[in-house]
């Protein structure tokens, strides 16, 4: 299976359970592993053989940044992507990390990686 990545994905989003966390923005990297259905991409050159990773990063921007209720956990967060990315760009496998940072005392990052789908 080849697998196309988006790493260190920046978001500013309204994120957490605590009440202070949901004052402002937080930044939040996601680190996608897609899997491609095909493997057409490298002999054709044509991004229709492709998933199509600007239109992944816009989409899935557009749906965490313009909820009109933010999602409190980073769970919620992964699901919600890998379900766009396999829904809606059709591929068979997705791997989801989401990273916050220094929530908690003594902790840099926390986060949470899940796979979703069928990998070959």
Aim: no cysteine; net charge negative; aromatic share 6%.
């Amino acid at each position: 299976m080849d697998i196309l990545f988006l790493r260190d994905f920046r978001l500013e989003l309204i994120i957490g359970i605590y009440e202070w966390e949901r004052k402002i923005p937080q930044s939040v990297r996601l680190d996608l592993e897609i899997g491609l259905p095909e493997h057409k991409a490298g002999a054709s050159d044509d991004v229709a053989d492709t998933i199509d990773y600007g239109a992944v990063a816009l989409r899935v921007k557009d749906s965490l940044v313009n909820r009109p209720q933010p999602i409190a956990l980073v769970e919620a967060v992964a699901e919600h992507v890998a379900q766009i990315i396999l829904g809606e760009f059709g591929a068979p496998w997705v791997k989801v990390s989401v990273t916050k940072f220094a929530i908690v005392r003594g902790v840099k990052e926390l986060g949470i990686t899940i796979e979703r789908g069928k990998r070959a």
